[in-house]
């Protein structure tokens, strides 16, 4: 077992690898993490520079693949991508789910086959609020696409980010659980988050507080370097921000990992690091 598979079967970091796929996004969230948007800067990670990463992260031991943005599926090249990832390790892609047409889910339909789940973002079970937030006919589309997704034996997980889940209305959570069981997403497959008060969400006015001691350590790559946490690449006035960064480089991807668990064995004694951030 290598130093770092033991520091994972340990705990000190987390087990899946993360990739920043792109910035740019169909959508403008209103507490976006990394302000994306259909015009920001791409930052593109490139899918070759995925695929040699996740190769190394598995000979190191890490057991899965987190795969995020900006929109992943606004790369023509993520079903593949995702499929080749889904051969290797459990991966997990994050998507908001609007751009699932009938070529899209064709080309997505192999990742049924695999240990794949799209987490998809739906946060009210009432289209206006949701679409407050996220932006114009989102709720349709993400209840039109999920069934046929799960139509089609596909993964699907649901991420609801609420700006604070302990005032959440339980009446209105139990209308939004309603809503994703009649969608075939069962309750262990729904995961609440608060907003974190990083990116657009700044400016908004938005969310709790998150540094190395509330953030899960799991290595985070990007065009940019490694990061902390896939919370942690974000981005505030178009500038990224560098207090969550590990390492600038991310080749080899042994010495961003040993970076990453260097800073988590410096932390202090009996820190909590979970509040509610999956």
Same mark, same amino acid.
């Given at each position: 077992m290598t130093a770092l598979a033991e520091a994972i079967a340990a705990?000190? !970091?987390?087990?899946?690898?993360? =990739?920043?796929? %792109?910035?740019?996004?169909?959508?403008q969230c209103s507490?976006? @993490?990394?302000?994306?948007?259909?015009?920001?800067?791409? /930052?593109? $990670?490139?899918?070759?520079?995925?695929?040699?990463?996740?190769?190394?992260?598995?000979?190191?031991? =890490?057991t899965g693949y987190g795969v995020t943005g900006g929109e992943p599926f606004i790369l023509d090249y993520m079903p593949d991508l995702v499929a080749e990832l889904g051969r290797e @390790? *459990?991966?997990i892609v994050l998507s908001n789910a609007t751009l699932f047409n009938e070529r899209r889910l064709r080309e997505i339909e192999p990742l049924a086959d695999l240990p794949v789940? !799209?987490?998809?973002? $739906? #946060?009210?079970?009432? *289209?206006?609020?949701? #679409?407050?937030? /996220?932006?114009?006919?989102n709720f349709r589309k993400v209840v039109e696409?999920? *069934?046929?997704?799960?139509?089609?034996?596909?993964?699907v997980r649901i991420a609801t980010t609420l700006d604070d889940p302990d005032a959440a209305d339980p009446e209105e959570q139990e209308r939004l659980c309603e809503l994703h069981r009649s969608m075939g997403i069962p309750d262990e497959d729904?995961?609440?988050?608060?907003?974190? %008060? /990083?990116g657009r969400a700044v400016s908004n006015e938005m969310g709790v507080l998150a540094g190395f001691e509330q953030l899960e350590?799991?290595?985070?790559?990007?065009? #940019?370097?490694? =990061?902390?946490?896939? =919370?942690?690449?974000?981005?505030?006035?178009?500038?990224l921000d560098t207090d969550l960064l590990v390492s600038r480089t991310t080749s080899p $991807?042994?010495?961003?990992?040993?970076? $990453?668990? /260097? !800073?988590a064995d410096d932390l202090p004694a009996g820190h909590d690091a979970s509040i509610g951030i999956r």
């Open positions: 705990e000190k !970091i987390g087990g899946r690898v993360w =990739f920043y796929s %792109n910035y740019h996004c169909n959508l507490y976006c @993490l990394t302000e994306s948007a259909p015009l920001v800067k791409r /930052r593109e $990670l490139g899918r070759e520079a995925i695929l040699e990463r996740a190769r190394e992260a598995s000979a190191l031991g =890490f @390790l *459990p991966t789940h !799209i987490q998809i973002s $739906l #946060d009210h079970p009432d *289209p206006v609020e949701n #679409d407050e937030m /996220r932006g114009p006919e696409a999920i *069934p046929k997704l799960v139509e089609r034996g596909i993964g729904h995961v609440v988050r608060p907003v974190i %008060n /990083r350590p799991e290595l985070t790559l990007t065009a #940019d370097g490694a =990061f902390y946490s896939p =919370f942690a690449p974000t981005v505030r006035g178009g500038r $991807l042994s010495a961003a990992a040993g970076s $990453l668990v /260097r !800073i």
